[in-house]
Nanobody
């Protein structure tokens, strides 16, 4: 059984950095993509960033401003997602999602497995 285990949520200071981690437990396929989605209270969930098993990266949303970074740690079998210059609009629930194909697309339907989500609160 595949499980996505997220960590790193909590209270973050506005202007600081946030690092989230996702571990795919029980998944051993060669081709995959792991993405991070964000849902603010009262809003729809939106894709932020993605990385494939081949190392290709995709940044969505605020990417043009250079706030997001995603990386894969093969030794730890985890994917880390970092948000710099945290804003008051960044609180909410962050979800890790896995697709069983090596392709990144900000479409929830492409992802077969989802984590429980981690809560992020931003203090001013």
């Amino acid at each position: 059984q595949v499980q996505l285990v997220e960590s790193g949520g909590g209270l973050v200071q506005s202007g600081g950095s946030l690092t989230l981690s996702c571990a795919a437990v029980g998944f051993a396929q060669e081709n995959f993509a792991i993405a991070w989605f964000h849902q603010s209270p009262g809003k729809e969930r939106a894709g932020l960033s993605c990385i494939t098993s081949g190392g290709a990266r995709a940044l969505w949303g605020d990417a043009p401003e250079g706030r997001f970074a995603i990386a894969r740690d093969s030794a730890k079998a985890t994917v880390e997602f970092k948000v710099d210059r945290v804003r008051p609009s960044d609180p909410g629930t962050y979800y890790c999602a896995l697709a069983t194909r090596r392709r990144c697309a900000p479409d929830e339907a492409q992802f077969q497995y989802w984590g429980q989500g981690v809560q992020v609160t931003v203090s001013s």
